[in-house]
């Protein structure tokens, strides 16, 4: 067995079954032996965006993606998008080609160690042939106990030596059985403080983020909020998610929060965050709640809130330990609160977020806000949504109110265009089930060729468009800093047109009952589509009215 089959095996021991990138000298022998094993190849028209897709497969399958490129201009190609992932903590690892041990004269020579670094990923390198087994292992504990990339470097020469591993060697144990899964127990002293200051609070919020989320702490929370009376709030990761079992939810809290959540939550006497940071964004820098008291419950050591203060009471424990504990102690001193959960708090729940009178009226183009309401009502909860990052997306990540499977990648290192492909990986890792994502018209041009990519593997993608032909975001800077706006205005083609070129379906809409009848199409034959949705740029996003121009909106 060639050192390639052994690292090939190993990756599919590891419960590797798909894999993005593109072939090249130094690792098309470890891509064929995948092949061989039943592993899905999908062929990317960028390494970045390879990684991209692996990034979107980890965050929907909750188990390390993974990349591979050749050496050299092949691994260069990864930087943005594996900051990305750095920055959103994605389990990745990323199998890389090497120019032969040592030969810093190849023409695709690079020291990938110094760039791994660079890039904020980790580092594994294969030095020997007998250790073809162990730097798998080594990668695939390190991606899933610290949650990051880590770039697996292998030198070709060294991929084409024999492996002996001997007739009697023990079996290959994937990092899987390395790993202790057990729920951290809180500290029972921590517990009866958190209950204290929760029994002496009469408008408490509970504030969920991804981490409550992935340690499946639905029922806790929902139980939590029933007794004391609390709002539900969530992250910008979470967003949306319990909106469908409680009619006491916000939405999300802070910068993104409509201006109902704004005044709701700034009454809080008591935040109890659930797997959430709580950073500047979440706590508008601790304005927020400005008379609150703070019950964190996380499994980090520790963490400083985004007021730059510790929580006045920080329970490190699993998410469903810790609620179930602060339950029974709750329970036990009968406490049952009304706080929040009035007639008049879910009046004001239930309101319309945008009166439609509001909508500006152009001439073939639709308001974004519009834009908004109309995918929500058309596209069903069964499919999933990703959000991108960028002016446009603000609309969406503020006003998209049915429950659905929400992936954010707004504030993972400012970078626009990688929503399409974290979309293109979910949707692989979720056997095929359709997702749209909602981009802007530069974002989506930046890896236009991956549609394509999409388009080749017959995936169910619909990449909504918001395009108002320009840089959205920096458009509306620049008019707040006195400078040309129309520097950043971009004409763009029609894309619909260029989606149906590429093997898919496409369209460009003008008006909303365009815009229904294109998602209509869709819903009745999901494939890959492109739906190019002309918006007026004259509506500022409210975190941009707040952010550039002080408004209290």
Known sequence: MKVYEAMAEAFLREGTRDVFGMMGDANMHWMNALAERGVNLYEVRHEGSGLGMADGWARAAGQPGVITTTSGPGVSQLATSMIVAARARTPLVAFCGETAWGDKAAAQYLDQARFAAAIECAFIHLDRADQAEEVVQRAFHLARTESRPVMLSAPMDIQLHEYSDGTDAPPYVPSTELIDHQRPLPDPERIVHAADIVQASKRTVIVVGRGARRAGAADEILSLQERTGALIATTLQAKNWLRDRTEHHVGIAGLFGNRTAMELLQEADCVIAVGASLNHYTTEHGYLFPEAKYVQIDTAEHLVMGNGAAADCYVRADAVTALTALERELGLRKVRVEGF?????????????????????????????????????????????????????????????????????YGMFGAIGQAPLITIGKIVADGGRPSFVVEGDASFLMHLSEFETACRYRLPLLVVVMNDEGLGAEYHKSAAKDLDPELAVIPTPELGPVAVTLGGAGTTVRTVDELRAALADYVRDPRPTVIDVRITRSVLSPPYRRLWYGEDV
């Open 341 to 409: 959960h009035t007639a008049d708090v879910r009046n004001r729940l239930t309101a319309p977020l945008i009166d439609p009178d509001e909508y500006v009226r152009e001439p073939e183009r639709i308001d974004p806000r519009e834009a908004i309401a109309v995918l929500d009502a058309e596209l069903p909860g069964e499919i999933d949504l990703v959000l991108g990052s960028g002016h446009q997306t603000d609309f969406g990540t503020m006003l998209f109110q049915r429950s659905r499977e929400i992936v954010s990648n």
